[in-house]
């Protein structure tokens, strides 16, 4: 695929898990436009998003990934790629990620779910959590994600 074309199908991916999100928790994420020139994470708040679940959201970069096949060095790569924008940004990395004909998965460290158990390099993709967007979802509304500690 060429770079328009991978382009166009990287913000494809970014709306449909915003969409997909928004079905979940009832509040909107939009693209991150300015990520291409800072590095940044793919979707942000929309401006005047409040209440738990928005400040929950707030608490992450989320990095979305839409690939034919999702391999394990791919995965890996992601991962890093996730850590160190959500770092930049003094935030948990939340890894989005969906192959083709497969739903989506979310990837967060241990350390974002229970901060006060996990003094740990939480960049280690062992000690990070997989689960589905419903997952994902039931963590930000019963307030299961931990403030980071910088």
């Known amino acids: 695929m060429n770079g328009a074309g991978s382009r166009r199908k990287g913000s494809g991916a970014e709306r449909e898990l915003a969409g997909c999100l928004h079905d979940l928790l009832g509040v909107r994420l939009r693209r991150n436009l300015s990520q291409a020139r800072g590095g940044g994470f793919d ?3 929309e401006e005047g998003a409040s209440g738990p679940i928005a400040e929950g959201l707030a608490l992450l970069a989320i990095e979305c990934k839409r690939y034919a096949t999702i391999t394990p060095a791919s995965l890996a790569a992601w991962w890093s790629q996730a850590c160190r924008q959500a770092e930049a940004a003094g935030k948990w990395p939340a890894l989005c990620y969906r192959g ?3 739903a989506w998965r979310c990837r967060l460290p241990l350390s974002a779910v229970r901060g006060d158990l996990f003094s740990i ?3 280690d993709a062992d000690l990070a959590l997989d689960m589905g967007l419903a997952g994902l979802a039931a963590l930000i ?3 299961g994600i931990s403030p980071r500690k910088v």
């Open 141 to 143: 509304r019963e307030g």
């Open 121 to 123: 390099a939480w960049e």
């Open 100 to 102: 083709d004909r497969a």
């Open 43 to 45: 979707l942000e708040l």
